[in-house]
């Protein structure tokens, strides 16, 4: 694949991550949420296969590989039986209305392009708009993690914030050595099993989402 | 000529004094034959072409200012904008005082014939001055006569405070104005314009730019732009129809004119482009303007309170136009049309604003001058009882609701067509601004869509809701040949609209010195609207509403005949009347859906702008089932009211009270105090002359 | 004058629209029958019923004004009217120029007006809440039209959908550029709002919880009411064949040789009847929205097509 086509589909897959994104953000149910996350990952997984066949980086490949098995398949599996496990209403609970995040979210969206302006300095392997959807795709994940009550729609946003990490570093420097993000990805594997099991357990015994955790003030 | 038609406006104001029921009728003859001349003289001056200009020196008043009169292609159109509308509120105006008040004092009709003529002189005379002494004069006529206006029908005592706020508003951008024109003639050393001109070119930059925003800002207050509206629709809504018909289709394009006049005129500096910001402040008052205006025009009952919003709303898209001009003028490379266009649009809509909401005020005049209801909940029906001013007044709301084949759509098209070409022209977040823009301009349209369908179809339609709405008869032939000429333009202009863009030649060439208007949009012939070239240098959008109203003509021709075909073949088909199905009760005005509950999914999904408050009080006719009376109260605030003149107000009320607590109230005191005030200032301006 | 399609074309094309305007009903209906397991009726049902209320005669309510039977017909005639400025076949703008996408949405604006009008003159409490739910949407559904239309007229400088088509035509897929995906995804969100259908509309109900454009229908009858379904259908392949020449500008023909034009007919077809697919998939999938939840709705649209603008300039 030459490196000018392979320009041009990461813009698109960009696009398309946008667009997965707002489709999380917009979500009125949990289980739709975490579909869309996974589609996002499997957008990412996608990428860096591209990736890998314009610059012959063999590592993309595994990285490549290592997301689409976790974080499109294994990372939403395991959402969606704690989903099924805490038998909790179904329906995203939002902090602010759904309008407002939406129009934070096109904030967000225009100040990553305008950044991108002027960051043009930055030597991107990829030139195009990966570098701007990448930091846009970082910030609406914590975005999400930041408006929403349930433990389980902030784990999505983590998913979603990790994978504009991903991308952004992709676009950057054509991906970054192997070992680290195998770290970053075992990061994320752990985060999620350990807020699963805390969501788990604390539902178990006393009852409550980390909602509720307010009212623990003193 | 000017001379003659100023004269016979003063005439016809003498004529008046002879108090008495004629009156009526001879002053608004001498005022109908005073705009006829204007739009004489305007036309002249418009198809002369390009550089034709009027001067008359004018007796002087003053020693120490020449005054004079000089009418250049600006001036000329908004001469003309002023004297249609005046031709049409004349023929109506004396039909309409008789319907509306036939008991009224012959010393109050007499006045208010006065007042009017020298309202609608002293708007000439701002159009038409020549230095700023006389421009003054005439701002300070045109708020004066129109504030006569506005308390002249005083029933209790609501008026006097509409016009009380009116005044104050007015005076604070007055003073605004002075502030900048008296900084301009002490550099220029003169009044009048032509030495302003010259002397704007030596101005640095930061005064440039202060001069400006003092000058937008009390233009800004007459021409009603949030939150500096306030006034506006308590005022409009206050005075006589046809008053109201020329205060907001008219009285509030002087302020436009004066804008532009400040603005590309005599503070451009030479050769250079206007500072970017200016636009930008603009544009951005103007969608505020728009959107917010409509979004609380949506909320009002009152059916002239509604309209008088929707002026806030048509000023806004005017100014969006005006924005669009000032950022691209000279920033363009050669033969670059965006500048153009879009003062083209803007210029073009507000002749049509004039024509479509002097049209609806007047209807809306026609309405009240039978019911003497203004609440809409209150009319209804009145299709029916009033054919010809139900069939005007709807022309008037497809037209100002910016939908094809009438004048609304033609000016909000170009609208949108400028904003594409500067968006197209600009990038980065400018660009999206932009195109922001062109969206808050779009939901203005399906806004006022919205809130045409509520005005139209609560007042007109359904059944009536009171004896007055059911008494109601046709008003009087010249009230509805006021209406027909206002609505004969927004027809021409709408389906014909490149003979208007050939009036638009002069002002457009003579303020940007660039190309004319109908070498921009007209330039495939007068059929067919254009918008010049692509960034790409490709022909950009071509579209004919004269080709596509013959098209809907044709269409709409072949239906009928189709019909009646049908019709033809089969006579035992039958046409007949039955009530309105209400699930089985019998039907009554109750079941029409009333303009709040039309506006409530609206009112709730805007929420946040409007803090709807409602109360609702049910009184139980012993077993809570059975409701004996409901009684609801709703109210929507508005936001600029509420936040931005109820925080000044505090403001104010404290420093008052800290100075009511430091006062001693001895006179001599006070004396001092301004002694005081007096000394400091002599020895500011002294420092300041060393 | 210029060079293009002459103006018989134009005008058989838009008797094309007009005419199978219905058929794209009647395949939707059809569609969703079969995805819910029924049989359904016959796609040519919609004509059935047009030449049935052609035939009926008229009641009227007593309290309507004139209005009320001149709207039907001026609703149809803003529609086929609009329909005239579509590309159907020839790429090519008509050697007159009649209009653009903006007028397009203009006459579309101003049926939808009228009718809203219509329901309030005979005075019942469905026709007005049919009239204010409409007027409601509408204007919220304009402002991401529009901008879905300049994210696509942007980098023409023209919006004249021949010359945006024209502009944009060229391969398959390939041809689009990222901020299309979004801007596509935009008016996925608007076509059922556009067409009067779930999670928007229902069309198939009059229940007066679920309605708003069936409810301004509700008081007319006979021909009358025949128009103002035939204007529904016209409206609806208006607004696919819009999507379809803004975003699969393929196909279309060059020439006026009979193979070329049977193949952009092929082609069109193709393309409206995939997009009519894709209607009876939502409608079969979702269930309808409460009013007070479109507006989130609409605006995942909004920032959708925003984000395309923001791809595509910045």
């Not at chain 1, 975490?34 to 314009?54: D, E, H, N, R, T």
């Not at chain 2, 000058?215 to 008053?243: E, M, N, Q, Y």
């Not at chain 2, 920033?331 to 670059?336: L, Y």
Request: net charge positive; glycine share 10%; with cysteine.
């Amino acid at each position: 694949m030459n490196p000018a086509t392979a320009a041009r589909v990461i813009d698109d897959l960009g696009a398309l991550l946008l667009l997965s994104m707002i489709v999380i953000i917009a979500a009125s149910q949990i289980a739709r949420a975490i579909y869309a996350v996974a589609a996002q990952s499997l957008l990412i997984a996608i990428a860096g296969a591209v990736l890998a066949a314009a610059t012959g980086n063999r590592d993309l490949w595994v990285i490549a590989g290592i997301t689409l098995a976790i974080k499109a398949m294994l990372l939403p599996w395991v959402l969606h039986r704690v989903l099924r496990q805490m038998n909790v209403r179904r329906e995203v609970e939002p902090v602010i209305p759904n309008t407002a995040t939406l129009t934070i979210t096109v904030i967000i969206v225009v100040m990553a392009f305008h950044l991108n302006a002027s960051l043009g300095s930055v030597r991107q392997s990829i030139t195009g708009n990966a570098l701007p959807v990448g930091i846009a795709l970082t910030l609406l994940g914590v975005l999400v993690m930041a408006t929403r009550r349930k433990a389980l729609t902030q784990m999505v946003g983590l998913f979603a914030s990790e994978n504009g990490i991903f991308f952004t570093a992709m676009s950057v420097t054509a991906g970054m050595p192997l070992i680290i993000e195998i770290g970053v990805i075992l990061d994320v594997i752990l985060a999620a099993l350990v807020m699963t099991v805390m969501v788990l357990r604390v539902r178990s015994t006393v009852d409550a989402d980390i909602a509720d955790l307010d009212r623990l003030r003193g | 000529m000017v001379a003659v038609c100023y004269a016979a406006g003063a005439l016809s104001s003498m004529v008046a004094w002879r108090s008495g029921r004629l009156a009526l009728g001879v002053a608004h003859g001498w005022a109908f034959l005073g705009g006829t001349l204007g739009v004489i003289v305007a036309l002249g001056v418009l198809l002369a072409g390009p550089d034709c200009y009027l001067t008359l020196p004018l007796a002087t008043l003053f020693p120490f200012a020449r005054q004079s009169l000089s009418v250049d292609g600006l001036s000329a159109y908004f001469l003309l904008v002023i004297s249609v509308v005046a031709m049409a509120a004349t023929i109506y105006g004396p039909a309409y005082l008789r319907t509306h008040a036939p008991d009224a004092s012959p010393a109050r009709q007499a006045t208010q014939a006065l007042a009017l003529n020298v309202f609608l002189a002293c708007m000439v005379l701002v159009c038409s001055a020549g230095d700023a002494m006389t421009f003054l004069l005439g701002w300070e006529g045109m708020t004066l006569a129109s504030y006569a206006l506005v308390v002249s029908e005083d029933v209790d005592g609501e008026n006097a405070r509409a016009g009380l706020l009116y005044m104050v508003m007015t005076h604070g951008g007055t003073a605004l104005l002075l502030v900048a024109f008296l900084t301009l003639t002490e550099r220029a050393g003169a009044f009048d314009f032509v030495a302003m001109r010259g002397a704007s070119g030596a101005l640095d930059p930061s005064t440039r730019a202060t001069l400006f925003f003092l000058a937008f800002g009390g233009f800004a207050t007459k021409a009603g732009v949030i939150p500096l509206h306030v006034w506006l629709p308590r005022a409009h809504p206050a005075a006589p129809s046809h008053v109201s018909a020329l205060m907001s289709g008219v009285m509030l394009k002087v302020a436009i004119y004066g804008m532009l006049r400040f603005a590309f005129d005599l503070l451009a500096p030479s050769q250079s482009p206007l500072p970017m910001s200016w636009g930008w402040v603009v544009l951005t008052v103007g969608a505020t303007s728009a959107v917010l205006g409509v979004l609380y025009a949506l909320q009002q009952h009152d059916l002239k309170r509604l309209l008088a919003f929707h002026s806030v709303e048509n000023i806004g898209i005017i100014l969006i136009g005006v924005g669009v001009a000032m950022m691209f003028w000279r920033r363009e490379s050669a033969g670059g049309t965006v500048a153009t266009l879009a003062l083209t649009a803007a210029l073009l809509h507000t002749v049509n604003h004039a024509a479509f909401k002097g049209l609806l005020f007047l209807g809306a005049g026609a309405v009240i001058s039978r019911t003497h209801v203004r609440n809409m909940e209150a009319l209804g029906g009145l299709a029916r009882r009033m054919p010809w001013t139900a069939g005007l007044f709807l022309l008037g709301a497809v037209a100002i609701s910016a939908l094809p084949p009438l004048n609304g759509f033609v000016s909000e098209w170009l609208t949108f067509q400028a904003l594409l070409g500067g968006a197209s022209r600009l990038s980065g977040p400018a660009a999206l601004g932009i195109v922001f823009a062109a969206a808050m301009l779009a939901l203005t349209g399906g806004l006022a869509a919205a809130c045409f369908v509520k005005a139209f179809g609560v007042t007109f339609l359904g059944r009536p809701r009171t004896p007055e709405a059911a008494r109601a008869t046709e008003v009087p032939v010249p009230m509805l040949a006021g209406m027909t000429l206002l609505a004969a333009i927004c027809v021409a202009f709408g389906v014909a609209p490149g003979y208007a863009i050939r009036l638009l030649d002069a002002p457009t060439a003579g303020l940007l010195h660039g190309p004319g208007a109908s070498a921009v949009v007209t330039a495939h012939g007068p059929l067919v609207l254009s918008t010049g070239l692509t960034p790409l240098g490709t022909p950009a959008t071509a579209m004919s509403m004269t080709f596509m109203a013959t098209l809907i003509g044709l269409l709409v021709m072949g239906l009928v005949g189709v019909g009646w075909v049908l019709r033809l073949r089969a006579p035992a088909v039958t046409r007949r009347l039955a009530p309105t199905w209400t699930c089985g009760m019998e039907p009554t005005a109750r079941f029409d859906y009333t303009a709040t509950g039309f506006a409530k999914p609206l009112r709730l999904i805007f929420a946040p702008l409007y803090r709807p408050r409602r109360e609702v009080t049910r009184e139980m006719a012993g077993t809570p089932y059975v409701l004996r009376r409901l009684h609801y109260e709703g109210e929507v605030v508005d936001f600029a009211e509420t936040h931005v003149y109820h925080g000044i107000q505090h403001g104010v009320s404290n420093v008052a009270r800290i100075i009511r607590a430091r006062s001693t109230g001895r006179i001599y005191g006070y004396i001092g105090f301004v002694l005081g005030a007096l000394f400091v200032a002599l020895l500011a301006f002294g420092v300041r002359a060393q | 004058m210029r060079d293009g399609t002459p103006i018989p074309f134009v005008l058989l094309e838009m008797s094309l629209l007009v005419v199978s305007g219905p058929l794209v009903t009647g395949v939707i209906q059809k569609l969703k029958a079969r995805l819910q397991g029924r049989e359904g009726a016959s796609v040519v049902q919609p004509y059935r019923d047009l030449a049935k209320l052609a035939r009926k005669g008229t009641v009227q309510a007593d309290t309507a004004s004139g209005l009320f039977r001149a709207i039907p017909v001026l609703v149809l005639a803003a529609t086929v009217a609009a329909s005239a400025l579509l590309p159907v076949l020839r790429a090519d703008p008509p050697t007159v120029p009649f209009g653009d996408a903006l007028l397009l949405l203009g006459l579309l604006s101003l049926a939808r007006f009228l009718m809203a009008i219509a329901a309030l003159d005979a005075g019942g409490a469905f026709g007005g809440m049919g009239a204010s739910r409409e007027m409601t949407i509408a204007p919220l559904v304009e402002p991401v039209l529009l901008m879905v239309v300049f994210s696509t007229a942007i980098a023409a400088g023209t919006t004249e959908v021949n010359a945006l088509t024209a502009y944009r035509e060229t391969t398959w897929l390939l041809a689009w550029r990222a901020s299309d995906f979004l801007g596509f995804a935009a008016i996925l969100v608007l076509l059922p709002a556009e067409t009067g259908r779930i999670p928007v509309d229902n069309p198939d109900t009059h229940l007066e919880l679920t309605m708003l454009h069936e409810g301004m229908l509700l008081e007319h009858s006979g021909p009358a009411l025949g128009c103002l379904t035939l204007a529904a259908h016209t409206r609806q392949i208006v607004t696919l064949g819009l999507v379809a020449a803004l975003f699969f500008p393929v196909g279309l023909s060059h020439g006026t040789g009979v193979v070329v034009v049977s193949l952009a007919a092929v082609a069109f077809a193709a393309k409206v009847v995939v997009l009519a697919s894709y209607l009876a998939l939502v409608e079969s999938s979702y269930a309808k929205l409460r009013l007070f939840r479109v507006p989130a709705f609409l605006g995942i649209g909004f920032v959708s097509a925003l984000t395309a603008l923001a791809l595509r300039i910045l």
